[in-house]
């Protein structure tokens, strides 16, 4: 059983457990196997340096929505290498991929808490792009004249990557141990995990109120005006595939907008159809200040991610740049040219194709045969949204080796061709947003096989 997330994120208990988690879920899922090396890939398959073929049920790292092998991408990277192969967006020079990229994003974004997001900054990972944004808020503070508003709130379990800064507010064990993570002014409120979290006899909404009661104590306790931003994913990935419970998002909503806290959706994930519409934002309605992008931009065909943000966001960072002169702030690689031309060409394949409502009903689909399995006695949740699910295995057997479970059900589907990621006993699915009803069939059967062998207790427990 997962027993991670009601410890706090850095005490010395939760460390060992996330040691022992690491350990189980990576040694334990690819033990035997050898390491495990890819070679080629097409549609929705990914085939070993055996031949061997796999349905990459992950998408990769949650990323790939056109599938492998496209050939639109692929031309149109080749031809944006050959026009002109890099450019910056320094020093007031751009170049039309860039631009048209920026305009693209902007003009698709959902509503923001106060106005359109008008404004888009470049970056090259989501882990980058989410440090760059907790930077632009400690200098927009200090351009408001506000110089103590710099604490972030994000969630136990949330994942927001693994620079200092991000994985500051990433609410893993095992991204901070012997990191000396999380750094000071970051702070981590409840996970709205209702299966994991939910108290007997409290309904899912009254778990929901829970949730921003400890949002709004937390910042009574720290001080309104010391919290610059709450940092979330709409669905949490990483994290266990964490589905909000009904209201919550509501309910934070409302407390972030009484405190005045920039809200930052972290849609690394979650963005470009994998919650069955365009943006997370627009599954939970949403209206965030901030909408951190990457992964599904370019199908993870080339590393990209972009910032969009509102004027109240841009507005008090504008005016400080004015007066210091230049924003002291950018990567090399950022909005690189390739990557925006991918881009582009990923979006309009995502459009053109309908790729949103076939991730949609694919993923209704999948998640209804998924929910067949909540009977299992090796399983304790169905659980997911659009395309990106999980099966939360447990056992009573097992509560206190948490993490077999899942290495086992890992290695399960493996042999039968499936590659999903146990995130300690929960098993998830994300994959490419072009997958068909007879490939999630295939998941499903390897799955169902595999709850088969657990049942039986053919596996191994050492
Ligand atoms: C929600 C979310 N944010 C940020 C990141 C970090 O992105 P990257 O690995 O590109 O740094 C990830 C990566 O999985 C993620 O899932």
Redesign the pocket.
Known sequence: MDTLSPLAPNSAEARDIAYHFHSYTNAMAHADMGPQIMENAEGVYVFDNQGKRYIEAMAG??SVAVGFGEKRLIKAATQQMEKMAYYHNFAHRAHPAAIDLAEKLVSMAPPSSSGPMSKEFYTN??????DTVMKMLWYRSNAMGKPEKKKFISRIR??????IA?ASLTGLPYNHASFDLPIDGVLHTTCPHYWKEGRDGESEEEFATRCAEDLDAMIQEEGPDTIAAFFA?PV???GGVVVPPATYWEKVQAVLAKYDIIFVA?????GFGRTGNMFGSQTYNLKPDVI?L??QITSSYV?F?AILVNERFYGPIAEESGRIGVLGHGFTGAGHPVGAAVALENIAIIEERGLVDKAAETGAYFRHKLGQFESHPFVGEARGVGLIAALQLVHPEFETKPGVLGAAMGKELYARGVISRPMIDAMAFCPPLIIERDQIDAIIAAVGEGLEVLSKHEFHTA
């Open positions: 790292l949650w990972s989501g882990s980058e792009a989410n949330g994942y927001h990557g693994v620079t991000s994913e949490m990935g990483a972290d849609e690394v994930i979650n951190v990457s992964k590393p991610s």
